[in-house]
């Protein structure tokens, strides 16, 4: 049973920091690919970052490139996304998700579990 908790959102100013948090725990299965996604109120899912099984490349939606920061501890089954210089627009709901395929996706579809979500706002 695969569950991915997600943890270290809050209310933050405009220029602030924040880590978020995701455990992994029940993948038995090959390491997987790992994303980071959002949704705010009315807007759909939007990619943010991808890191691949072996932590070794990373990938970034346009929005926050050079600004957040994705990284895995495999040894704590665990994702992390640092994200620097937040802007208002940066406000959602944030999810992390696991990907059992060979390359890392930008679509959502392509991800099989998701965590319940932690909420990030910026003002």
């Known amino acids: 049973h695969v569950q991915l908790v997600e943890s270290g959102g809050g209310s933050v100013q405009a220029g602030g920091s924040l880590r978020l948090s995701c455990v992994v725990s029940?993948?038995?299965?090959?390491?997987?690919?790992l994303g980071w996604f959002r949704q705010a109120p009315g807007k759909e899912r939007e990619w943010v970052a991808s890191i691949s099984p072996g932590g070794g490349s990373t990938y970034y939606g346009d929005s926050v490139k050079g600004r957040f920061t994705i990284s895995r501890d495999s040894y704590k089954n665990t994702l992390y996304l640092q994200m620097n210089s937040l802007k208002p627009e940066d406000t959602a709901m944030y999810y992390c998700a696991t990907s059992g395929r060979t390359y890392c996706s930008q679509a959502a579809y392509e991800y099989d579990y998701w965590g319940q979500g932690t909420q990030v706002t910026v003002s």
């Open positions: 029940g993948y038995t299965y090959k390491r997987p690919c």
